[in-house]
């Protein structure tokens, strides 16, 4: 059964104090990893998408990196406006090389204070 | 490019009573999800359709919850009846389907309440 554990499970920044959060996962057959996030009473927006061990990408103040067993997302010198929820989830290949439904994590409230 | 619409954006019914939910994905996307997100945590997968055809139902409690896809295109979300532990948001999410990348897009979800 693929798992998702993300840490902590809040975090709370001053403004321009950068960070990391963690996300751990065991899955049958890793197609990729997603990073979203998720504002109050809206649906998770899409950050990225990690397909394998030592790929990175980035976004404005936004990094992740992926390692066989975890992921890190990377705040630098944030804003209140990055404040939300981020939600990493996986997504394994199905039996007929296509793709399952994401499995994800309980996620990491962020709050920036200015 | 239009996003996923969903409707109604909330509802409130009573226990035993029947619900339903509707999800128009972005146009041309094969693949659509339905998605139960309890508060405090992350989305869990109820049912993920290919064209109008289900690809995995696994974790879709059966007597209670029923979902189609007519024309492969919009769908619908059944609880009946509902219980008191199905309060929660109904997130649905669309994608291209292809072998290659695959990012999901998420509806505003509905927001249900039993009471």
């Known amino acids: 059964e693929d798992q998702v554990t993300q840490s902590p499970e809040a975090l709370r920044l001053q403004e321009g104090e950068s960070s990391s959060l963690n996300c751990s996962y065991t899955?049958?057959?890793?197609?990729?990893l997603f990073w979203y996030r998720q504002d109050p009473g809206k649906g998770p927006e899409f950050l990225f998408t990690?397909?394998?061990a030592g790929e990175e990408k980035e976004k404005e103040r936004l990094k992740a990196t992926l390692t066989k067993k975890e992921s890190f997302l990377h705040i630098t010198a944030p804003k209140p406006e990055d404040s939300a929820t981020y939600l990493c989830?996986?997504?394994?290949?199905?039996?007929?090389?296509?793709?399952?439904?994401?499995?994800f994590g309980k996620g990491t409230h962020l709050i920036i204070q200015p | 490019e239009a996003g996923v619409a969903q409707s109604p954006r909330y509802k409130i019914i009573e226990k035993r009573q029947s619900v339903a939910f509707w999800c128009n994905p972005i146009?041309?996307?094969?693949?659509l999800y339905w998605y139960q997100q309890i508060l405090g945590q992350g989305p869990k997968l109820l049912i993920q359709?290919?064209?109008?055809?289900?690809?995995?139902d696994s974790q879709l409690p059966k007597d209670r919850f029923s979902a189609e896809r007519l024309k492969g295109v919009d769908s619908t979300l059944k609880i009946q009846p509902a219980k008191l532990e199905d309060s929660a948001v109904y997130l649905c999410?669309?994608?291209?389907?292809?072998?290659?990348?695959?990012?999901?897009?998420f509806g505003p979800g509905t927001r249900l309440t039993v009471l």
């Open positions: 899955v049958s057959g890793l197609r990729g």
């Open positions: 999410a669309s994608s291209l389907g292809g072998i290659g990348t695959d990012t999901q897009y």
């Open positions: 990690l397909y394998s």
């Open positions: 359709f290919q064209n109008n055809g289900v690809v995995d």
């Open positions: 146009s041309g996307h094969a693949t």
């Open positions: 989830a996986v997504q394994a290949w199905d039996s007929g090389g296509g793709a399952d439904g994401l499995t």
